[in-house]
Structures are given as structure tokens and as C-alpha cells.
């Protein structure tokens, strides 16, 4: 593919519901992170996969987030009973490997709106 | 822990004239710092890295050890650079961001 792509683009969902947002890395790439950004807050890292496995789960902000990757390739972030808080556009990146110094690839993000 | 701050929400320069955006970090080993912007409508992307030691638009930044500081550099700024602009650290797996410095390049 030409790079990382998240779907939906924009979803605007009511408090209380659920919602998934969808991340397909680039091929071939088996680093896979979440990052949540909010106005004034900057780049919030949630989530790292390897592969499958995600070593670093720390950054998830609640019980209400989680996140899978299935056959190291497509990630799902889930966020259950969405709150007002959640609203913020949350950007999925790759890396071809795990390293110090690997250029991390974005997606052009998820605006999620909690109303 | 690793920190990484930009004091400055917002820079406005003119045109022609020098720009530094400042970045400082906080980390205990031996760092791998990063530079990234995001264009109006554009995605987040690398603009430099320190161990490249290379200019890319016209950009440097030198990482100074002593004073914790990687900060990014511009000698004559341009309108097209008007961007966020986001300092980030490497300390193991995932990149820890910044809260950005929003440059705005007046004419």
C-alpha cells in the first residue's frame, strides 16, 4: 500500500457507545503503535505491538481502551462507554522494525467526536 | 523517565528572518532524538533525526548533551514551513512526543 491507513476518517458517536478505529500499517512493517492527539496535549502515546504481542500496554488511558493486531498486520483500537474526554484524533504510525532510531510512518488519523 | 518539552506553543516569525524551535529533553541513557512535522491537512512526518546529522529543508539540530537540548534551526524562514512541529525522544521502542510548536511564517 502508499502508507498507513485508518478508517474511518471521522466518526462522531454518543457517549456511552462504543466505537473501533481501524489502522492497516504499511506492509511488511512489524511495529505498529496508537498515539492519541488532543488540542494542547501534543502526541500521547497508548499502545505498542510487535508483531502480534504488544510488550507496552501503559498508555491506554482507562480500562475502556484496548487494543488488538491480528496476523501482524491490521490493528483495531476499541474504546468502550465513550466519554466526552475521548474526543481527540487518534493516529496509528508503523516502523519496519523495532529500533532506536527507526522513522516512524503516519496514518492520517481518526477524529473521533464523543457528543 | 523520559520528558521531552517544547516551551513554546506558538512562534511567529517573518519571513527572511532566523527561526529556533526549542526542544529539550529528559532521559538517562543515551538518547535518539527526532524531529517531526505536520503541514496543514497532511499527516505527521519526519522532517530530520539527529544521528543523520544531515539538513533537510534547510533545517538542523544539533543535540547538545550538555544542556539536554536538541533544538531545531532555521537560518532565513520561509513561508511553506508554516507547520506543527513536534521534538520526540527514542529511549527504547515507541517515540515519546512533545506538545508541539505551532511556526507560523508571516510574510
Known amino acids: 500500500g502508499a502508507g498507513v491507513s485508518q478508517s474511518p476518517s471521522n466518526k462522531v458517536t454518543e457517549k456511552g457507545k462504543d466505537v473501533e478505529l481501524r489502522c492497516d500499517p504499511i506492509s511488511g512493517h512489524t511495529a505498529l503503535y496508537w498515539y492519541r492527539q488532543s488540542l494542547g496535549q501534543g502526541l500521547e502515546f497508548l499502545i505498542y505491538f510487535q508483531g502480534n504481542s504488544a510488550p507496552d500496554k501503559s498508555g491506554l488511558p482507562s480500562d475502556r481502551f484496548s487494543a488488538e493486531r491480528t496476523g501482524g498486520s491490521v490493528s483495531t483500537l476499541t474504546i468502550q462507554r465513550t466519554q466526552q474526554e475521548d474526543s481527540a484524533v487518534y493516529l496509528c504510525?508503523?516502523?519496519?522494525?523495532?529500533?532506536?532510531?527507526?522513522?516512524?510512518?503516519f496514518g492520517q488519523g481518526t477524529r473521533l467526536t464523543v457528543v | 523517565a523520559q520528558r521531552v518539552t517544547q516551551p513554546e506553543k506558538l512562534l511567529s516569525v517573518f519571513k527572511g528572518a532566523p527561526v529556533e524551535l526549542k526542544c529539550n529533553y529528559s532521559y538517562s541513557g543515551s538518547p535518539e532524538l527526532f524531529w517531526y512535522v505536520q503541514y496543514s491537512r497532511q499527516r505527521l512526518q519526519l522532517l530530520l533525526r539527529?544521528?543523520s546529522r544531515e539538513s533537510i529543508k534547510g533545517f538542523t539540530a544539533d543535540l547538545n548533551k550538555g544542556e539536554t537540548s536538541f533544538h531545531l534551526k532555521k537560518p532565513f524562514a520561509q513561508e511553506e514551513d508554516s507547520a506543527m512541529y513536534y521534538c520526540?525522544?527514542?529511549?527504547?521502542?515507541?517515540?515519546?512526543f512533545g506538545k508541539g510548536t505551532s511556526l507560523l511564517v508571516t510574510p
Open positions: 504510525a508503523s516502523s519496519l522494525v523495532t529500533g532506536r532510531n527507526t522513522e516512524a510512518f
Open positions: 539527529h544521528i
Open positions: 520526540a525522544l527514542s529511549g527504547g521502542y515507541a517515540l515519546n
